[in-house]
């Protein structure tokens, strides 16, 4: 079993006198965690990419470990992305990336004549616990071009064949991207003048391609799921509004504006759930394009390019991916907007609202307040009166004590202070108002 410099758990050391910082090893070896695997021809390859959770990914880790334990190999570090384990006669490249696992098998075996063995799996040639669900299946024959001169009609389906020139023509790649009878893509390396370090580097970059655009298509159920979504929401939005125009009352707007939230939660959670699909289809998308570029593809005669063949496919599936996630957004847009206008139209039916109820309020302030004013009048009568009654029996007691002037009589004195008295209490009523008024 081979381990790259990434895999190590030894920090390199760094300058004298100079502290090293705590990713430089994960830094230094990243260039080089994915080496290049020689290649002598004639190679049977098998590749098989899984998508994988973090608990799967723990348990395929493990997995791996057991299997190199059981060959007497050193196990791979805790945190290592790839290793290397022979088995028999064949070969065994593991790698974990982000969110999916591959398994590579190589061997020269029963390797001359291109596709004359079957599944692996099923003849048990090769055995390993699937770490998840599979996307991506390739049985690449690597061959000298002088092997397979015999025409390729019945390998490959030939209106979907792709033959072009790579490494500048020192092979040639032929695939249809079919699934054959055993669910294997199968690709045709035909080697000229390929090293083998050259054919390591042009069946990795093959795989890479094979993998990458599987994993781009993955966006592409998701984004026709989230376009059925969007049409029903899209009519529940239309629908509000066309009931907003119809039903200016409040009561409707409220039952409108509960109806405009649930849509906005239902869009949140719908981007939620596609934003990192759709973003990993377009980075697996650029992979594969820089992979094309790298192998320098020329087709051959009449047969269609690689690059032109995902230009028909593949490209249109990223571009729905991509056209999802801009009606996501303008979706977003015009509820941001329905609702502003809903709540701009209640703030509006609340401030006639609350103009009546300033009018109600002041038409019943004035009603109180002429009722007071009607209170204080009688008040002042009756307390008037009840004074000018004190006044009366205390003018008769000083009438009977010979105390009253002859031409006075108790009746006029009275008669005399009945203003005074009424204007007295009238005066201190206005104070009291005044001084709880103020207060």
Not at 7 to 27: F, I, M, N, V, Y
Not at 238 to 249: F, K, L, R
Not at 331 to 350: K, S
């Amino acid at each position: 079993m081979g381990e790259t410099p990434a895999t190590k758990s030894t920090t390199p050391p760094g300058p004298k006198g100079l502290r090293p910082h705590a990713e430089r090893p994960l830094l230094l070896g990243e260039l080089h965690a994915r080496p290049f695997l020689p290649l002598s021809l004639p190679q049977r390859i098998y590749h098989y990419a899984f998508i994988t959770s973090e608990e799967e990914a723990r348990a395929d880790r493990a997995n791996i470990s057991l299997l190199a334990l059981n060959r007497g190999l050193p196990q791979p570090a805790a945190d290592a992305k790839f290793c290397r384990i022979e088995i028999g006669t064949w070969e065994l490249r593991w790698e974990q990336h982000t969110e999916f696992t591959t398994y590579t098998w190589v061997t020269g075996l029963d390797a001359a004549t291109p596709f004359t063995k079957s599944d692996p799996l099923a003849t048990s040639e090769i055995a390993f616990v699937a770490p998840g669900a599979l996307v991506s299946a390739v049985h690449i024959s690597l061959v000298k071009s002088e092997v397979s001169a015999a025409p390729l009609d019945h390998r490959f389906d030939p209106q979907a064949m792709c033959v072009v020139d790579v490494n500048h023509t020192a092979a040639r790649l032929t695939t249809d991207f079919l699934a054959d009878a055993s669910g294997y893509t199968r690709l045709l390396i035909e080697s000229r003048s390929l090293t083998p370090i050259a054919a390591g580097r042009l069946v990795q970059r093959v795989l890479e391609i094979e993998t990458y655009r599987t994993l781009a298509l993955l966006g592409l159920p998701e984004a026709r799921r989230t376009a059925l979504e969007l049409s029903a929401m899209e009519r529940d939005l239309s629908d509000v509004t066309s009931t907003i125009a119809a039903s200016p009352d409040a009561s409707s707007h409220q039952k409108q504006l509960r109806r405009l939230t649930s849509l906005a939660v239902s869009l949140e959670a719908s981007q939620l759930r596609t934003a990192h699909r759709f973003a990993a289809s377009r980075a697996y998308f650029e992979l594969t394009s820089n992979r094309l570029e790298v192998i320098g593809e020329r087709p051959v005669e009449e047969n269609i390019s690689i690059a032109a063949f995902f230009r028909r496919r593949l490209e249109p599936a990223i571009a729905t991916c991509n056209a999802t996630e801009a009606r996501q957004a303008r979706l977003a847009q015009r509820l941001e907007r329905t609702t502003d206008l809903l709540r701009t139209g209640i703030q509006f039916e609340l401030e006639h609202q609350n103009r009546d109820l300033l009018d109600s309020m002041n038409k019943r302030a004035d009603l109180q307040l002429r009722l007071q004013q009607t209170v204080e009048g009688l008040s002042v009568a009756a307390i008037s009166y009840y004074v000018v009654g004190l006044i009366t029996y205390v003018a008769k007691g000083v009438k009977d004590l010979g105390l009253l002037p002859k031409p006075l009589s108790p009746e006029l004195v009275t008669a005399a202070l009945v203003p005074v008295v009424v204007l007295v209490i009238w005066w201190s009523m206005r104070k009291l108002h005044h001084k709880f008024m103020h207060e």
